[in-house]
């Protein structure tokens, strides 16, 4: 079920994803056993907390209203947590209705405090609630992939991590998985005992993440995803969209999506050297003028991959081309 389902979506896709159907699971409004409020946690109105997923033991889906790439319109920031001890990774906005309903996570996951928050990476829709997480509890540690340190706000404080490192939660551990190439650096998070990652934007819940320059690395992209497949896991948690527990499938359509890209842009070329607009312009001939921009950095990381190779060659005086087939 949920496969090869975007017949209609994959011409938007490249831009960010395309809307899927948002398909609703195990909701904490539905719980037997509900823990009394604890009076500093606010009012939750019954749609915020309804938002609520629990997509494993101890793995909340809080979906965060963001300004980010259409068509989405949310960005899900996770809390996980272990015998007491808890962590939010990519709270991804910071106004009341968002620092309520993660705080209701907390609550739901018998977390005071949270340990700490973990950034799959630094967009700006990934870490817009930090300060206002911080304010509530200033000794919350930050951590943030390793090579985006530089683009994190020095009063965090924030700790690099890198592909290998585990964080202990209570008994539970869970490991960072190096994932780039959507971002210049990226960690996803697995948790080994429930077969979950948290992908962050490795993924997206239904459509394709966007992997542009100057950022953005096609080769890198590719071997996260395999990297990511090879731990088999069974739910795939993206910060985008509905959790996935096809997991493997998911992993299995964003290769097949981009690889499919690469190959309509060699055949493109096959018609002789063109410049990015052109490109552009032939392989996403419905795209509104306001997503060019993304669209043609798409083009042009995935250009840079087969430049690498060899496969494709910048014959033009600036970055617009033309290109040609080697
Ligand atoms: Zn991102």
């Given at each position: 079920?949920?496969?090869?389902?975007?017949?209609?979506?994959?011409?938007?896709?490249?831009?960010?994803?395309?809307?899927?159907?948002?398909?609703?699971?195990?909701h904490?409004?539905?719980?037997?056993?509900?823990?009394?409020?604890?009076?500093?946690?606010?009012a939750?109105?019954?749609?915020?907390?309804?938002?609520?997923?629990?997509?494993?033991?101890?793995?909340?889906?809080?979906?965060?209203?963001?300004?980010?790439?259409?068509?989405?319109t949310?960005?899900?920031?996770?809390?996980?947590?272990s015998?007491?001890?808890?962590?939010?990774?990519?709270?991804?906005?910071?106004?009341?209705?968002?620092?309520?309903?993660?705080?209701?996570?907390?609550?739901?996951?018998?977390?005071?405090?949270?340990?700490?928050?973990?950034?799959?990476?630094?967009?700006?829709?990934?870490?817009?609630?930090?300060?206002?997480?911080?304010?509530?509890?200033?000794?919350?540690?930050?951590?943030?992939?390793?090579?985006?340190?530089?683009?994190?706000d020095?009063?965090?404080?924030?700790?690099?991590v890198?592909?290998?490192?585990?964080?202990?939660?209570?008994?539970?551990v869970?490991?960072?998985?190096?994932?780039?190439?959507?971002?210049?650096?990226?960690?996803?998070?697995?948790?080994?005992?429930?077969?979950?990652?948290?992908a962050?934007?490795?993924v997206?819940?239904?459509?394709?993440?966007?992997?542009?320059?100057?950022?953005?690395?096609?080769?890198?992209?590719?071997?996260?995803?395999?990297?990511?497949?090879a731990?088999?896991?069974?739910?795939?948690?993206?910060?985008?969209?509905?959790?996935?527990?096809?997991?493997a499938?998911?992993?299995?359509?964003?290769?097949?999506?981009?690889?499919?890209?690469?190959?309509?842009?060699?055949?493109?070329?096959?018609?002789?050297?063109?410049?990015?607009?052109a490109?552009?312009?032939?392989?996403?001939p419905?795209?509104?003028?306001a997503?060019?921009?993304?669209a043609?950095?798409?083009?042009?990381?995935?250009l840079?991959k087969?430049?690498?190779?060899?496969?494709?060659?910048?014959?033009?005086?600036?970055?617009?081309?033309?290109?040609?087939?080697?």
């Amino acid at each position: 079920m949920g496969r090869h389902r975007r017949p209609g979506a994959d011409r938007r896709s490249h831009v960010g994803g395309a809307r899927g159907d948002a398909r609703r699971r195990d909701h904490l409004g539905r719980r037997p056993r509900r823990r009394a409020r604890r009076p500093h946690s606010p009012a939750v109105s019954g749609a915020t907390a309804d938002a609520l997923e629990r997509v494993a033991d101890g793995v909340l889906r809080v979906p965060l209203r963001t300004q980010t790439l259409p068509p989405f319109t949310h960005t899900n920031a996770f809390v996980l947590a272990s015998d007491g001890v808890g962590v939010v990774v990519d709270p991804g906005a910071g106004d009341a209705t968002a620092v309520a309903a993660l705080r209701a996570a907390l609550d739901a996951a018998d977390v005071t405090a949270p340990k700490g928050v973990l950034l799959t990476h630094t967009h700006p829709d990934h870490v817009g609630g930090v300060d206002a997480l911080r304010s509530l509890w200033p000794d919350l540690q930050v951590w943030a992939p390793a090579a985006e340190l530089g683009r994190c706000d020095s009063a965090w404080g924030a700790i690099g991590v890198r592909h290998g490192r585990r964080l202990t939660l209570g008994g539970a551990v869970l490991t960072l998985v190096g994932t780039p190439g959507h971002a210049l650096d990226h960690v996803a998070v697995w948790w080994s005992a429930h077969r979950v990652l948290l992908a962050g934007d490795l993924v997206a819940g239904a459509g394709s993440i966007w992997v542009g320059v100057p950022d953005g690395d096609v080769s890198a992209y590719l071997a996260s995803l395999e990297r990511a497949a090879a731990l088999d896991p069974v739910i795939v948690a993206p910060a985008h969209g509905p959790v996935r527990r096809d997991g493997a499938t998911v992993l299995h359509e964003a290769r097949r999506h981009r690889l499919a890209r690469e190959a309509s842009l060699l055949e493109a070329l096959q018609d002789g050297p063109a410049r990015i607009g052109a490109l552009r312009a032939r392989l996403y001939p419905d795209l509104p003028e306001a997503a060019f921009d993304l669209a043609e950095r798409t083009l042009l990381a995935h250009l840079a991959k087969l430049m690498r190779e060899l496969r494709v060659m910048h014959v033009g005086s600036d970055a617009d081309g033309p290109y040609a087939l080697a």
